[in-house]
């Protein structure tokens, strides 16, 4: 049964290989897409929240990303930036914790893309279907478009 993931932050779309960092732009974690996000926090200052993309258990989570895993076979990592982890959680909100079950939508963690830019660091989210196929993971949208938090985003067979 194809799995549809949604976008977890508002932004313009990036194809993973655009993605300034080996790791993701080589798909060596799994395929996937990114989003350039949104700076301005969608009227809350420039706070941006991160939903949960699909229904599941965070198996993983850290301040700069969490992994919800929806069967045996599927877990899906949401990276908020790129070598966020030196930030060493500064100007990160955790909304749930490592074993939470959340829903598609839920709010799991609260950041700050501006800050991260202006740090010196990439804001971009690789949003990654951990360990699959190539094939069998398609963007619902294109490159360069805009999306909003909740915009159907990638299917996953």
């Known amino acids: 049964m194809a799995l549809t993931l949604v976008a977890p932050v508002a932004g313009t779309v990036l194809a993973m290989a655009d993605v300034p960092d080996p790791v993701f732009a080589g798909a060596i974690v799994g395929p996937g897409l990114a989003v350039d996000p949104d700076r301005d926090g969608g009227g809350e200052g420039t706070v941006s929240h991160a939903v949960a993309p699909v229904d599941g258990t965070?198996?993983?989570?850290?301040?700069?990303?969490?992994v919800v895993q929806v069967d045996e076979?599927?877990?899906?990592?949401?990276?908020?930036?790129?070598?966020?982890v030196q930030l060493a959680g500064e100007g990160f909100t955790l909304h749930v914790g490592e074993g939470a079950t959340v829903s598609t939508g839920d709010r799991v963690v609260s950041w700050d893309p501006a800050a991260v830019a202006a740090g010196g660091r990439s804001p971009v989210v690789p949003v990654v279907a951990v360990q699959g196929e190539p094939g069998a993971v398609r963007g619902l949208v294109e490159p360069g478009e805009r999306v909003t938090v909740g915009t159907p985003f990638l299917e996953w067979d």
Do not use: C
Request: proline content about 5%; overall charge positive.
């Open 73 to 84: 076979h599927r877990a899906v990592l949401v990276h908020l930036g790129l070598d966020t």
């Open 58 to 66: 965070v198996v993983k989570l850290h301040p700069h990303a969490f």
